[in-house]
């Protein structure tokens, strides 16, 4: 039987991870250097009235390149790696709102990939940007 690759194992891992599921992040779409991740509005994603605490926006973002981080039919050596560097710049507030972030791959190396991902509403409108360096165990 063959080893899973990176995407499959990601395709598994968002819906299994503890955080992502309490949040209700999704997979929307994942293919080679590129994610889209969802995470629906719940008032429990409040931090004040209908306002998305940007620390729920900065953990979509980071799953998101993440999970471009791991779209590729690379067969790891193991399931180990980390976020090791991110930046967020927040463009709006998101009230009582979906959000889609959309994650690319802007370089990936043996050991080091980089993604830009962008946080939308569900109008479209952009809630935030960042970038994100993940490694790979």
């Known amino acids: 039987?063959?080893?899973?690759?990176?995407?499959?194992?990601?395709?598994?891992?968002?819906?299994?991870?503890?955080?992502?599921?309490?949040l209700g992040i999704e997979i929307v779409?994942?293919?080679?250097?590129?994610?889209?991740l969802r995470l629906p509005w719940s008032p429990r994603l409040a931090t004040l009235g209908e306002v998305v605490h940007g620390g729920a926006i900065a953990t979509?973002?980071?799953?998101?390149?993440?999970?471009?981080?791991?779209s590729d039919d690379t067969v790891?050596?193991?399931l180990a790696g980390a976020t090791v560097s991110m930046s967020v710049s927040f463009a709006a507030a998101a009230r009582a709102t979906d959000?889609?972030?959309?994650?690319?791959?802007?370089?990936?190396?043996?050991?080091?990939c980089f993604c830009e991902v962008t946080v939308t509403d569900a109008a479209g409108g952009v809630i935030a940007h960042g970038s994100m360096v993940h490694r790979y165990g």
């Open 60 to 70: 979509l973002l980071d799953t998101a390149g993440m999970a471009a981080a791991w």
């Open 29 to 36: 779409d994942l293919r080679l250097d590129h994610a889209e």
């Open 1 to 22: 039987m063959s080893q899973p690759t990176r995407a499959e194992i990601m395709r598994s891992f968002v819906p299994a991870s503890p955080f992502a599921k309490e």
């Open 99 to 112: 959000l889609t972030a959309r994650a690319t791959v802007v370089r990936r190396g043996r050991s080091l």
């Open 76 to 78: 790891p050596e193991n």
